[in-house]
């Protein structure tokens, strides 16, 4: 068969693989070399696509860093929801949910958001674009966690210590950004697995 003969991709299959692209390719930027060395430019070469097709989706540096980082979110809770439902049937452990927040904590991800914040916290235009997505993102992990841990969010102090619980796991990740912090991470969630059990009274 000649190239001529085969089967063209839609254009439109074709745009949405190379936004995907661009996306993967700035948390990828924002990870390994942080905001000042992630450019458009930069980003387009990584993605494999000239920076005219990546400013056709994204026209600023901004735009591109905080869809990637809402992409990027999207993609890591719909991971960590598959591994919960893949637990043989069973309501995961305490210290399963735990680990499985530990990790999206010390993903390239949440290098990359953590990149952004930084970024935000001097720079007015660009916080008001990261304000409502780290909202957004905040609240969708906390929904996940609850149901995660099947605990009900209407009993008193059930909400307060769910948030506590993942401000500890972020501040673990923040620990890991040096230097691998896993061998104390570990043992510092199995502590609290067992502290949070006996809080939600489980």
């Known amino acids: ?8 991709e839609p ?3 074709r745009s ?3 936004r995907r692209r661009l996306l993967e390719a700035a948390i990828d930027c924002l990870a390994s070399v942080g905001w000042a060395g992630t450019t458009v430019a930069v980003v387009a070469e990584r993605a494999g696509v000239s920076r005219g097709a990546a400013q056709h989706h994204f026209r600023t540096r901004e735009e591109l860093v905080t869809a990637a980082v809402d992409y990027g979110s999207e993609v890591r809770m719909a991971q960590m929801r598959e591994r919960l439902d893949a637990l043989a049937g069973r309501r995961p452990s305490t210290l399963d949910v735990l680990t499985l927040l530990g990790e999206m904590y010390t993903s390239p991800l949440f290098r990359a958001a953590l990149q952004l914040w930084v970024a935000a916290s001097a720079d007015e235009q660009l916080r008001r674009q990261v304000v409502p997505l780290e909202t957004r993102v905040g609240r969708e992990a906390h929904r996940l ?4 841990l099947g605990v009900d969010e209407s009993v008193p102090g059930v909400r307060e210590t769910v948030q506590a619980t993942l401000d500890l796991v972020r501040g673990l990740g923040l620990a890991d950004l040096l230097t691998d912090d896993s061998a104390r991470r570990n ?9 949070l059990d006996h809080a939600l009274g489980r």
């Not at 068969?1 to 063209?8: D, I, N």
């Not at 966690?145 to 995660?148: G, L, P, Q, S, V």
């Not at 043992?187 to 502290?195: D, G, I, N, S, V």
């Open 16 to 18: 949405r693989a190379t």
């Open 1 to 8: 068969m000649t190239a001529q003969a085969l089967p063209r």
């Open 11 to 13: 254009q439109q299959d």
């Open 187 to 195: 043992r510092l969630l199995k502590q609290w697995a067992k502290t």
């Open 145 to 148: 966690t609850i149901e995660a």
